[in-house]
């Protein structure tokens, strides 16, 4: 009962706490500008270099930019303990550990969907992109797991966040990556070997090969991707939250919580 | 009744290890605090003072669970504070000092729900909790605001209701009143000094040796580490050499004149402070009688504008303790 | 007159600063190569034939007109922080001109994109580097430099106004890279994006510099850069001017 409301409701506030885009002026450019000029953006690329259709970008690039809000969110809710100076705060509590830090995905998540959605309906409204009825639901179930798999990228990077200075550069560098390796905007297979290999290992390019798949017809590939997704995304989670404890039980080794 | 001991420390120490330099890195060690014992009873205000830099915040953060010490021991309500690490946390209350440390974009408010919520304040208790605490500290009127908008001495405020919120039965103060004005800063010592009377065990540390005065019963002033005298406040004045104190507010003093003045008998020391066109001179001395005629008779010639005699204050006694060991440089 | 001593100084500071800033590397380096590295790929594979040289110098531009963009914001942010902002208004010195020489330092800031997309593409995609006027190709690399860096000037009084100036670099990125015809030419979009690009900077710079390597005329577009130049330095006097007028009304600049 507490640890539910630990977090639920510490996620929550945690989120508005320390997700740095909160603000309406800084939150509309930020989370939908930036989404639909990046859609229009590779669509047009797409276009006039003639190697892929527009709902190949439109799709691609509307679950990467909820990968982007999920990967930056939960990079933020976690690092910026430091930035404010809570984090001993939070260490001196006796809150269970395991909810403290999961609980802090189901706000970013949510706020994957959205982007997501948002940038399924520029596509919409821009390039005429059209969802057949029966496939919205499996495509909504696609993007909510590669949401959450991503966030489990970003809180890798979160915790690296609580001892790394320069986190931000990391999560940027790690973005614009996604972009070239996840088949985002280039099917992977065209890849050099190993850029190919690199995408393989984030969750974010298995969420989308499964969204191409859920829209072309379900099938085993869609499974199968669907497996990789959650595998990675787990994995990235299990050792952000091993780093997390690792720092906790070194901080306390070495004095280190206030050391920014 | 034998009284309950509810924080106790045995032979503490503390060494960070850091390094410098960023081409040639150099380890270094800091020995922070080099065996510190005390024991603190329940209901008791307990005041950590000492120089910058002197192991107060390290000893705290020690207790708090929040470092691991190099070795010795600690206890706190029975628990230790390595082994039993959630019980502890879930019976202090730990507050900082300074203005980091809240979640600059949550009200005040919501600042005490987050941090009701990690210690597991049942739901509805939360408002009641975080109201009482809210007027405790006089913030009531302002806690919807954003904290980013609080001045120091109100983060400060909020700081200290944080540490309340889970109605601790101990806790710890590392400088609670810095940075707050001094109607504030009285209002802080009101508090504690009520908590305290309703039982709760306070573990405090300042820079005010008036406040440690006034509020704590016993009082370890430590110095590079140590404990160098523990005591009530009247045991720790009288650990000092000095048992008068005249103080001569006067002009036109020669070096001279000040050369003789140390050399009376029973003068321990001469201290000056330049004040606008005059001069303090503090005359520290061991014999209780008065030396006044003694040191008027010295200043003959100078031009007096006030002289008087007193007891040696708390402050006295400790920087005469602590320069006596040398400052500890703050690096 | 001017002062010439006033941007060399800060000029060199602020280079110095911003390209150790890791945010900086980011937006310099790192996003132009991968930028570029998207487009390699799919101008290679695409059904029509573009060079790849000419998305190169199309994605070293696009860091061009990132890092004048966010050196602008990231000017104007770090100064209100530390609070240098009032002494360069207060100075002797006209506000233009120190707020040029870091417009100034942040625009060359995407030469080292431009370098690092050619060589991306010569290394990793064996993309001949061949520039038949190379004279005209420096003076089309100076000239666009020192016209975004006028352009920046025009930015970051704007961003005097605004307080979320970074979150306004976010949303203004993408849109001027698809406006001046960087990677895509401006004809495949929407109709009144032409008369747009015309007013544009990078626009002109990216056309000298594809004619510069391709061997056409290099001298027109060269001009019009020129000209659009001229124009924001004299837009961004009177700007800047008027800014430190309202500054001194308003008794505060941290406010805006
Ligand atoms: N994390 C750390 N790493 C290395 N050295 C540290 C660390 N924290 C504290 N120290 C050093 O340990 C010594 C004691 O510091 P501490 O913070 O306990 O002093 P303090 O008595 O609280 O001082 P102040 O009155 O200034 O708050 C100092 O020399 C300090 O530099
Ligand atoms: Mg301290």
Redesign the interface.
Same mark, same amino acid.
């Given at each position: 009962m507490?640890a539910a409301?630990?977090a639920v409701?510490?996620g929550v506030?945690?989120f508005?706490?320390?997700f740095n885009?909160?603000?309406p002026? &800084?939150?509309l450019?930020?989370m939908l500008? @930036?989404p639909l000029?990046?859609i &229009?953006?590779f669509v047009?690329?797409?276009?006039?270099?003639?190697?892929h259709d527009d709902a190949f970008y439109i799709v691609g690039n509307a679950i990467a930019v909820s990968g982007m809000a999920s990967v930056f969110g939960m990079t933020m809710v976690i690092s910026n303990e430091r930035y404010?100076?809570?984090l001993?705060?939070?260490?001196?509590?006796?809150?269970a550990r395991i909810p403290?830090f999961f609980g802090r995905v189901i706000p970013v998540a949510f706020h994957g969907l959205l982007v997501s959605a948002f940038g399924f309906l520029t596509g919409a409204a821009l390039f005429g992109f059209r969802i057949p009825g029966l496939r919205l639901l499996p495509l909504a179930g696609v993007v909510g797991l590669t949401v959450v798999a991503s966030a489990g990228v970003g809180m890798f990077l979160g915790s690296l966040g609580l001892r790394v200075r320069?986190v931000?550069?990391v999560s940027?560098?790690a973005y614009?990556?996604m972009?070239?390796v996840s088949g985002v905007? @280039?099917s992977t297979g065209?890849?050099a070997p190993w850029l190919e290999a690199l995408g393989q290992a984030l969750p974010l390019t298995h969420g989308i090969a499964a969204g191409r798949a859920v829209l072309s017809g379900p099938g085993t590939p869609v499974l199968r991707e669907l497996g990789w997704t959650a595998g990675l995304g787990t994995a990235y989670a299990l050792a952000a939250y091993a780093f997390f404890r690792l720092w906790e039980i070194e901080?306390?080794?070495?004095?280190s919580?206030d050391i920014y | 009744m034998t009284p309950q001991v509810a924080i106790e420390a045995h032979d503490l120490r503390?060494t960070?290890?850091t390094s410098t330099g960023t081409v040639r890195r150099r380890r270094i060690e800091i020995e922070a605090v080099r065996g510190i014992s005390f024991s603190v009873l329940t209901g008791q205000i307990f005041g950590i003072v000492g120089p910058n830099g002197a192991g107060k915040t390290?000893t705290i953060?020690m207790l708090?669970?929040?470092?691991?010490p190099t070795s010795g021991r600690a206890r706190v309500l029975g628990f230790d504070v390595v082994h039993d690490r959630?019980e502890v946390?879930?019976r202090i209350g730990?507050v900082?000092g %300074?203005d980091? %440390?809240?979640?600059?974009?949550?009200s005040g408010y919501?600042?005490l729900?987050?941090?009701a919520?990690?210690? %597991?304040v049942? %739901?509805g208790e939360q408002r009641r909790r975080i109201g009482s605490v809210l007027e405790l500290v006089g913030l009531e009127k302002r806690a919807s605001e954003r904290v980013e908008g609080y001045s120091r001495g109100m983060r400060q405020r909020l700081h200290v209701a944080?540490g309340l919120l889970h109605d601790p039965p101990v806790l710890f103060l590392d400088e609670p009143t810095i940075g707050v004005d001094p109607v504030g800063a009285r209002d802080i010592r009101q508090t504690v000094a009520a908590l305290a009377a309703a039982g709760k065990t306070v573990l405090l540390t300042t820079h005010s040796m008036i406040e440690a005065e006034t509020l704590c019963k016993r009082i370890a002033v430590i110095a590079q580490g140590r404990v160098v005298v523990a005591g009530s406040a009247a045991a720790i004045k009288d650990s000092g050499t000095a048992r008068a104190v005249t103080e001569i507010l006067a002009g036109d003093v020669s070096e001279a004149t000040l050369q003789r003045l140390r050399g009376l008998p029973g003068v321990l020391a001469v201290s000056t402070e330049v004040r606008d066109l005059t001069l303090m001179i503090r005359v520290q001395s061991t014999v209780s009688a008065d030396l006044t005629p003694a040191i008027l008779k010295q200043l003959n010639g100078a031009r007096i504008l006030n002289l008087s005699s007193r007891q040696p204050t708390l402050e006295d006694a400790y920087i005469e303790l602590v320069s006596d060991l040398g400052r500890v440089e703050p690096n | 007159m001017p002062p010439y001593g006033v941007i060399r100084a800060g000029w060199a500071l602020h280079l110095k600063s911003l390209s150790m800033s890791?945010?900086f590397? $980011?937006v310099y380096l790192?996003?132009p190569v991968?930028?570029a590295?998207?487009?390699f790929?799919? $101008?290679r594979?695409?059904?029509?034939h573009?060079s790849l040289f000419e998305g190169a110098l199309g994605t070293g531009m696009m860091g061009l007109w990132s890092t004048t963009l966010f050196g602008a914001g990231e000017a104007l942010t770090r100064a209100r922080r530390e609070g240098t902002l009032e002494l360069m208004v207060l100075a002797p010195t006209p506000l233009f001109y120190s707020v040029f020489a870091i417009t100034l330092a942040s625009a060359t800031l995407g030469l080292y994109s431009i370098a690092a997309t050619t060589l991306c593409a010569y290394l990793l995609f064996g993309v001949p580097i061949e520039i038949a006027q190379p004279g005209w190709f420096a003076a089309g690399l100076l000239v666009s430099v020192v016209s975004l860096g006028l352009l920046g000037v025009l930015l970051a009084s704007f961003f005097f106004l605004y307080?979320?100036a970074?979150?306004?670099t976010?949303?203004l990125?993408?849109?001027v890279?698809?406006l001046c015809g960087l990677?895509?030419?401006v004809a495949?979009?929407p109709g009144w994006s032409v008369p747009v690009s015309w007013i544009l900077a990078p626009t002109w710079g990216i056309e000298t510099l594809r004619a510069a390597a391709s061997g056409s005329d290099a001298v027109r577009p060269l001009l019009a850069e020129i000209g659009v130049g001229i124009a924001y330095l004299l837009l961004g006097l009177r700007v800047l001017g008027w800014v430190e007028r309202l500054a001194c009304v308003r008794a505060s600049l941290p406010l805006a």
């Open positions: 507490s409301r630990l409701t510490g506030l945690s508005r706490a320390l885009w909160m603000r002026g &800084i939150y450019p930020t500008g @930036v000029f990046q &229009i953006l047009y690329l797409g276009r006039y270099s003639r190697l404010f100076g809570t001993a705060s939070v260490f001196a509590s006796p809150a403290l320069d931000y550069f940027n560098v614009v990556l972009l070239l905007n @280039v065209l890849l901080g306390r080794r070495r004095g919580f | 503390r960070y290890r390290t953060k708090t669970t929040l470092l691991q959630q946390r879930r730990y900082v %300074g980091r %440390g809240l979640y600059d974009r949550l919501d600042n729900r987050y941090f919520v990690l210690y %597991g049942p %739901g944080r | 890791t945010f590397v $980011f790192v996003m991968l930028l590295a998207i487009a790929y799919l $101008f594979n695409g059904a029509r573009v307080r979320y970074n979150a306004l976010n949303l990125e993408t849109p890279w698809l990677l895509i030419p495949l979009l």
